[in-house]
């Protein structure tokens, strides 16, 4: 039987946000994440951030924030604000504990990464608050635009090649990506990527391909990031290009 992903995907494909912040931070609306990232084997990097992107896109397409879903009304409060996710690292006992806060996680290959309920910076749930924002540097490369084509029927996003971004900026932005790509499918495309999974991949292009991207992206053949410029890079650069695939 298809999920129903009708309030989801409304939500998702019809999101603006505003774009002035309370005057209280601590009632700054953010989605937090967690990439599990042991010390004695950590993941490698390209697998840790599509395990991000697909937790974040499957919590936004979950049965439970759509219609009078339990998480609906949080989820609805997020995307009236300026999104903002926020991503941290979890191991040993901190990651296991942090399971049992309301979220979905995403497993690639053994390589875990969860994406929370968002609310409140001030409501966050001190399992998750704990963990540390900084440290989740891994090592590995993104597969280029020679790879073998995408997940049929699903994303890639594409990082952009000329940004410095750590693992966890990263992970937010292919986070973001993942849900905004969901504008290049109809409804019933999105319920069937849903139900498979949320197929997708991250990859690095080449100067030559990111300039299509972008080109593809102004025409509204793919869906690009814009980042406000809070942490690591200029407001307004275009970190990922998401393309269907």
Same mark, same amino acid.
């Given at each position: ?59 936004? @397409?979950?049965? +439970?924030?759509?219609?009078?879903? $339990?998480? %609906?009304?949080?989820? /609805?409060?997020? &995307?009236?604000?300026?999104? *903002? ?66 997940p049929a029927g699903g994303l890639v996003l594409w990082v952009n090649p000329a ?16 849900? @905004?790509?969901? +504008?290049?499918?109809?409804?019933? $495309?999105? %319920?069937?990527?849903? /139900?498979?999974? &949320?197929?997708?991949?991250? *990859? ?40 269907r695939t």
């Open positions: 039987m298809t999920t129903s992903v009708a309030r989801q995907y409304e939500r998702l494909v019809s999101y603006l946000g505003r774009y002035d912040d309370p005057e209280d931070p601590q009632n700054v609306q953010a989605m937090q994440m967690v990439l599990h990232i042991e010390k004695k084997d950590p993941p490698d990097r390209h697998r840790l951030l599509v395990a991000a992107a697909r937790a974040v896109v499957l919590l936004c @397409l979950d049965p +439970r924030v759509g219609d009078d879903g $339990e998480w %609906a009304a949080p989820m /609805d409060a997020w &995307c009236d604000e300026r999104i *903002r996710k926020i991503a941290r690292r979890g191991r040993g006992a901190q990651w296991a504990a942090a399971q049992d806060v309301s979220g979905v996680t995403a497993v690639v290959d053994g390589v875990e990464a969860r994406a929370y309920v968002p609310s409140r910076i001030g409501d966050v749930d001190k399992r998750v608050a704990k963990l540390q924002i900084g440290g989740t540097e891994v090592d590995g490369d993104l597969p280029g635009e020679d790879a073998a084509a995408g940004l410095e971004m750590t693992v966890g900026k990263t992970a937010a932005q292919v986070g973001h990506a993942s849900m @905004l790509g969901v +504008r290049l499918m109809s409804e019933t $495309e999105a %319920a069937d990527w849903y /139900d498979r999974g &949320c197929p997708l991949d991250v *990859r690095m292009p080449g100067p030559q391909r990111w300039a299509g991207l972008v080109e593809q992206a102004a025409t509204g053949s793919a869906v690009p990031v814009q980042d406000a410029g809070f942490t690591e890079i200029e407001p307004g650069s275009m970190t990922v290009i998401a393309e």
